[in-house]
């Protein structure tokens, strides 16, 4: 049996390259990748690194150029559709070509949650709130424990003015991730708006016991006082 010299180097430098990475090297991973791909033009999963290097360095159109690449030679990744969504939504604020992007994910891997959930945030952005509701409810029905997706939805809930409901998917989000200080905030946000500003302030205190940097609830908690 022959031993592909080239593709255990490229896999060499794409694992030097992630290492870089890690170490937040963005340019030196780059540097790496790119000496992979020009031994395997065809490593989609360097190209999709690529890209994500790309975004630490905030160039954020090279990026997606990234991970179209990745696309083109591997259009039946899931994961590559989903990261190309995500710099569209998150940072260039495309929300509706994320949501293709998320839709592509999905149709190749229904049970991928986390495309579920990013696919909510952008059609929130879009005040498509009902729409959000129904994909962040299919990203908890695939995973329960997705604590993100059960706070976002009660954000959705929020704006919607159904404050019993979003209270009820804070609660489990805190139940799922009870050190994250946004859920507790968030809830405390909603208690305020139903007038019980003693639980309010009860929520605010343990957002701040997690995060006392956090002026955003010190301020918060000042106003329900």
């Known amino acids: 049996m022959s031993v592909d010299h080239d ?16 170490a937040g090297k963005y340019e030196e991973a780059i540097a790496s990748y790119d000496k992979a791909i020009e031994i395997k033009p065809k ?3 360097v190209w999709d690194s690529k890209g994500d290097a790309l975004r630490g360095l905030e160039k954020y159109e090279e990026a997606i150029a990234s991970y179209d690449k990745a696309i083109e030679i591997d259009p039946k990744n899931a994961v590559f559709w989903h990261n190309k969504g995500f710099v569209l ?14 839709d592509k994910a999905i149709e190749i891997d229904p049970k991928y949650a986390k495309a579920w959930n990013n696919k909510g945030v952008a059609l ?9 509701i129904a994909s962040y409810d299919k990203a908890t029905e695939i995973d329960p424990k997705n604590a993100e997706a059960w706070n976002h939805k009660g954000n959705a809930l929020s704006t919607l003015s159904r404050y019993d409901d979003a209270i009820a998917c804070y609660d489990k989000a805190i139940e799922i991730d009870p050190e994250k200080a946004v859920f507790w905030t968030n809830k405390g946000l909603v208690l305020v708006r139903l007038k ?6 009860a929520s605010f205190d ?13 301020r918060k908690k000042a106003d329900a006082l």
């Open 196 to 201: 019980k500003y003693e639980e309010s302030i």
């Open 7 to 22: 593709s255990i180097k490229a896999n060499d430098l794409f694992v030097e390259g992630k290492r870089l990475h890690d």
């Open 89 to 102: 939504r998150v940072d260039l604020s495309r929300h509706n070509d994320a949501i293709v992007s998320y």
């Open 124 to 132: 929130n952005q879009l005040e498509r709130y009902e729409e959000a």
């Open 206 to 218: 343990k957002a701040i016991e997690i995060d006392s940097w956090d002026a955003d609830t010190w």
């Open 43 to 45: 490593f989609a999963d």
